[in-house]
């Protein structure tokens, strides 16, 4: 059996600890790039021109319709392949790189659905009144959004904590990771309970912050 949970947690705990960090730090990374990108893509998506709104459509269904390590795959390999002058940059930014789309893709549609959740006669009466139409999606549409966008922001962060999980199948230090450290001193299923109640507890204090900020958010209104 080896030693126990406990003991293993407080001989390794920087170990944990730097993986802890590692994965938010990831995420982070991940959904802020993503939030920007995934902005772009959602007025691309609510554009007028067929043409863009398919591209944006393409772009949005094929990075949230196939598996996550996958992408990593295609861009830890296949990218250095096509692109030679990638080989000089660190691997660590090809994986970052397929995080950061596929959460832009999910971000996309937590901001058009935002946008859409706005009521379109206040959009025509701001046109009524002889506001740009950007005019009356920064002042109008986007501060009422923003409610909306917000909490599930906050929810897809918490997945891409979970997510990054992947990210340790290419030796990038993060949670899972430890595991491959641990493994080397003969430490099997003690570190996957670490993990998973490290997750556990990280995923429940975060979701009582969004539900916090859904209370307070529904009291503004």
């Excluded at 947690?9 to 990831?26: A, D, N, Q, V």
Aim: hydrophobic share 55%; with cysteine; net charge positive.
């Amino acid at each position: 059996m080896g030693p126990g949970i406990l003991e293993v947690l407080f001989e390794y705990w920087p170990i944990f600890l730097k993986g802890l960090l590692g994965t938010l730090k990831y995420a982070f990374i991940a959904v802020s790039l993503g939030s920007i990108l995934g902005a772009l893509v959602a007025m691309l998506s609510l554009s007028s021109h067929k043409a863009v709104h398919a591209v944006a459509a393409v772009y949005v269904n094929v990075l949230r319709g196939t598996p996550l390590l996958v992408q990593m795959y295609i861009a830890y390999f296949f990218l250095p392949m096509v692109l030679p002058a990638l080989n000089q940059v660190s691997k660590e930014i090809y994986v970052l790189l397929a995080l950061i789309l596929n959460s832009s893709a999910y971000v996309s549609e937590i901001v058009r659905g935002g946008i859409q959740s706005v009521d379109k006669g206040q959009k025509e009466a701001a046109l009524s009144l002889g506001l740009s139409s950007a005019q009356c999606m920064t002042r109008i549409i986007l501060p009422q959004a923003v409610k909306n966008i917000l909490p599930a922001l906050a929810n897809e962060y918490i997945a891409m904590i979970k997510e990054t999980s992947l990210a340790g199948t290419f030796m990038l230090y993060e949670l899972m990771y430890t595991r491959t450290i641990l493994a080397n001193k003969f430490l099997s299923w003690q570190p996957l309970f670490i993990i998973a109640g490290i997750y556990l507890i990280c995923t429940m204090a975060l979701s009582f912050l969004v539900r916090l900020m859904e209370r307070r958010l529904k009291v503004s209104d």
